[in-house]
């Protein structure tokens, strides 16, 4: 029996007898053991933010979370999208007809709430203000940003961004691919792909096959990357990664990873700055750590197995009970 094939079973709560696990087997699945662990550990140095507070959510299966211009913390899960106010009390609610996968929020106070295959915009009292086309059978939306005059969609399932105007006409259809050696297409393995606006309306997108972060061209044009496949920490392990990102105000970039659940800071251009969050900081296998950042600089981290958003600040600083 190889040490694979033991976890397997171990986590399928069916392991063979300690008699007939031979001395080398064991041997090695303490060493599997002891490289899992000292990969979770973080650097005390680097650790520079601690959690300040909790939302319950209320949900059975949250799914996303987005922060208004007015503060107001949007989540979305189950069949629903409910309102937080800046001290973690639901404020409003509003049913959908199916699961919703992502959510944003403009100047306007329009919601924008991507479900499997459509955009649905709703008024911030509950009311529909409208429905966008499909985007076919293959469409799993994972991500919404907008920016005052386009809506920028992360397809997952045809791996690629959506670019729409306000009024739900695709503008243009993004795929990675823009004919330069390094803009080899959106790889991505699993539902987990992210898109975020930065000041000077420029598009910043995970591109998590290759785990790196992109910086692109309104047109799609790449015009730089970072990022590295690492067991460090400074890069990404596993296959999939980054999963999540957001901008802090001051352009820096706030990632958040699966398989060792984490979110780290890094400067624009990519320099890993310090941790805001350890693994030890989540759920047992928490994933779909959705991200948002406050004006004062405090990230909002969605952890779906406790079915709440945790709140983090840098060190030194507290927030409002609650949040």
């Not at 007898?17 to 490289?35: C, F, G, H, L, M």
């Not at 009292?125 to 086309?133: E, H, I, K, L, P």
């Not at 919404?144 to 961004?161: K, L, P, Q, S, Y």
Request: aromatic share 6%.
């Amino acid at each position: 029996m190889g040490v694979s094939a033991l976890l397997v079973m171990g986590m399928c709560g069916c392991v063979a007898p300690s008699s007939q696990i031979s001395t080398q087997t064991k041997a090695a699945v303490d060493r599997s053991n002891s490289e899992v662990r000292s990969l979770r550990e973080v650097d005390p140095q680097l650790l520079r933010y601690h959690q300040t507070g909790l939302i319950d959510t209320g949900f059975e299966t949250p799914h996303s979370i987005a922060l208004a211009p007015d503060n107001t913390l949007y989540v979305a899960g189950d069949n629903a999208i409910r309102a937080f106010d800046a001290d973690g009390r639901q404020q409003a609610e509003t049913t959908l007809s199916g699961a919703p996968y992502c959510v944003a929020a403009d100047e306007t106070g329009a919601i924008y709430v991507g479900l499997r295959d459509h955009v649905e915009v709703y008024e911030a009292d509950g009311q529909m203000r409208s429905r966008w086309a499909s985007l076919g059978e293959n469409a799993y939306l994972t991500s919404i940003a907008v920016d005052g005059e386009n809506v920028w969609v992360a397809d997952a399932g045809n791996r690629a961004v959506v670019r729409y105007n306000l009024a739900g006409e695709v503008v243009t259809t993004l795929t990675g691919r823009d004919g330069s050696a390094d803009s080899v297409g959106f790889i991505v393995p699993s539902p987990h792909f992210d898109v975020a606006m930065t000041a000077g309306g420029m598009l910043i997108v995970t591109n998590p096959g290759r785990r790196r972060v992109e910086l692109r061209a309104g047109d799609g044009k790449l015009q730089s990357f970072w990022g590295e496949a690492s067991q460090t920490i400074e890069g990404c392990c596993g296959g999939c990664n980054p999963t999540d990102i957001a901008l802090l105000p001051d352009g820096r970039v706030v990632t958040s990873e699966k398989g060792l659940p984490r979110v780290k800071i890094y400067s624009a251009e990519g320099s890993l700055e310090c941790v805001g969050a350890a693994p030890d900081d989540f759920s047992a296998r928490a994933r779909g750590l959705d991200l948002a950042v406050a004006e004062d600089g405090r990230i909002m981290v969605l952890d779906p197995p406790a079915r709440a958003v945790r709140i983090f600040a840098p060190k030194g600083q507290s927030g409002p009970e609650g949040r």
